[in-house]
């Protein structure tokens, strides 16, 4: 099995250096395991905080061991009733062509007609972490008006069009291309939005907001948050999803600088994990594969082809190449 690993803990923005291709004998199937094709292979964000010595919420990679993260494949051996040759499954062993190990550890996924690396972005991890976030982190009510940071992204992208679902009456979003605003107002169903690298992320927020903003889905944190506090009104809520222009720097960056906002207008940020909506996953899932087939949900995908090519994709997508959800196809 081809697999990548982490063999240097980077500072600041990784390297491929960071990271070495190993090829790995797989033993026989012992009893009750499986053997995946992967198919697809997950690059996230969260993965550059792993890189990192200190805990955070998830344990640190380990080094010299095969990043772990969400994949999705097919079983192409197996000593398990529950997972005969064929089935296709959702796993978290990561950046590797084979997958092996007890069946336990693997879920199967329903038939839906769809490709199975949905079950990575729109319909999977980042879809929920877009609803769960909207309808329950943030509470997002009918006639809300939605503001979302790093908006064509695999979050970004499905949090626009939920939060129409749910019933928000106006969402804007920011990206930092003029391709990806253009695509936010023509795919992804946003009213207005704005490229943050045009000017600062303050003034153009307040020109896209005139009556303000009643719930801010932050995945940039930094000079966003910041702006979006400015802009929240009375009762405003916060999802704080992630903060990705902070993840590959070297020093502290300067807080909001207008925190008391919070006091004045009865602000509520809270900040939250996708996993602790796990129990969500079932009634998203649901609605999110019947949105993707009747068509009223529309996803984008950058694909990167070889798993040698993950360590790049990674990085390529930590600079913004991606639209919508970034996987690699093992
Ligand atoms: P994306 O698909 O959005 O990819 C990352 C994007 O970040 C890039 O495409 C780039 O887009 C943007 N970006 C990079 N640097 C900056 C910067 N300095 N300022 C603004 N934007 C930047 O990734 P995901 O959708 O997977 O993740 C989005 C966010 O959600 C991340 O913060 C991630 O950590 C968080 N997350 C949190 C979860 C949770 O449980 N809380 C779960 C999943 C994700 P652009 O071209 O617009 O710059």
């Known amino acids: 099995s081809t697999q990548i690993q982490l063999i240097r803990r980077p500072v600041g923005t990784p390297t491929e250096e960071d990271f070495a291709t190993v090829t790995v004998d797989l033993p026989d199937l012992g009893p009750d395991e499986v053997r995946v094709r992967n198919k697809f292979v997950s690059v996230d964000p969260y993965m550059r905080g792993r890189m990192n010595e200190s805990k955070s919420y998830i344990q640190p990679f380990g080094l010299n061991e095969t990043m772990t993260g969400g994949a999705v494949g097919r079983v192409v051996e197996s000593t398990s009733d529950v997972l005969p040759v064929g089935t296709a499954v959702l796993h978290g062993l990561g950046w590797r062509d084979l997958a092996q190990g007890p069946a ?68 804007i979003g920011s990206a930092g291309s003029a391709e990806k605003v253009s695509l936010l107002k023509e795919k992804y169903g946003y009213d207005e939005a704005f490229n943050y690298r045009d000017a600062p992320v303050r003034r153009q927020l307040r020109a896209a907001t005139p009556d ?23 009762g405003g809520r916060a999802a704080l999803c992630g903060a990705i222009s902070q ?60 798993i040698g090519n993950a ?20």
């Open 104 to 171: 336990a550890q693997f879920t199967a996924l329903p038939d839906t007609g769809l490709s199975l690396s949905v079950f990575l972005g729109a319909a999977g991890m980042t879809g929920l972490t877009a609803y769960a976030g909207l309808k329950r982190v943030a509470g997002l009510r009918e006639g809300d008006v939605v503001f979302i940071s790093g908006a064509a992204g695999a979050v970004g992208s499905m949090a626009g069009q939920l939060a129409r679902k749910l019933g928000a009456s106006r969402v």
């Open 247 to 306: 993840y590959n720097s070297t020093e502290r960056s300067p807080g909001p600088d207008n925190m008391a906002n919070l006091v004045t207008r009865s602000l509520k940020l809270e900040g939250f994990i996708v996993a602790q909506h796990q129990d969500l996953q079932p009634e998203f899932a649901g609605k999110m594969t019947g949105w993707l087939a009747d068509g009223s949900v529309v996803f984008d995908e950058t694909v990167v082809d070889g």
């Open 311 to 330: 360590v790049g994709a990674f990085l390529d997508m930590m600079n913004g190449a991606n639209t919508g959800k970034m996987l690699v196809r093992a």
């Open 212 to 234: 303000g903003i009643d719930v801010y889905f932050d995945n940039v944190g930094g000079d966003h948050l910041e702006a979006a506090l400015d802009r929240l009104n009375t």
